[in-house]
């Protein structure tokens, strides 16, 4: 493993973003920081560093156990970073979850006049 590391890279290899140049973008928009500071795509990372990533709608929080070049399967993630995410913001993925309880099933097409009107007195009482 090489002594430098690129903060994109290294998100990208243990997996918090899909592609690359996703991970990049994410640094660019200021989605990306350590110590509270947006980072660029090109800072060099440390073991023990603690990057927070803002993914809606919840900041994550990680902190980084060993470096990583190379993207990795699902199952060695653990060993290069800890999820240190803060119990509250965990809380707010989950509310959102349970949110959603108005649902119509897929392929059901629009709701009739009637399931509309039904719709429009459920959210107004």
């Not at 990306?32 to 990372?45: A, N, Y």
């Not at 990583?68 to 509250?88: H, N, Q, W, Y």
Request: hydrophobic share 40%; charged share 35%; with cysteine.
């Amino acid at each position: 493993m090489g002594e430098t590391i690129r903060v994109d890279k290294w998100l990208w290899a243990v997996r918090i973003f899909k592609t690359r140049s996703q991970a990049t973008e994410a640094c660019k928009k200021g989605h990306v920081s350590i110590d509270g500071l947006p980072v660029k795509p090109s800072r060099v990372i440390h073991e023990n560093d603690v990057i927070q990533v803002r993914k809606a709608p919840i900041v994550r929080t990680y902190k980084i156990l060993k470096l990583a070049e190379k993207r990795m399967s699902a199952k060695l993630v653990d060993g290069f970073m800890a999820d240190i995410t803060p119990p509250e913001e965990l809380e707010i993925l989950e509310m959102q979850k349970n949110m959603n309880w108005f649902s119509r099933e897929r392929g059901a097409g629009r709701p009739t006049k009637k399931e509309r009107r039904d719709i429009d007195r459920l959210f107004n009482e």
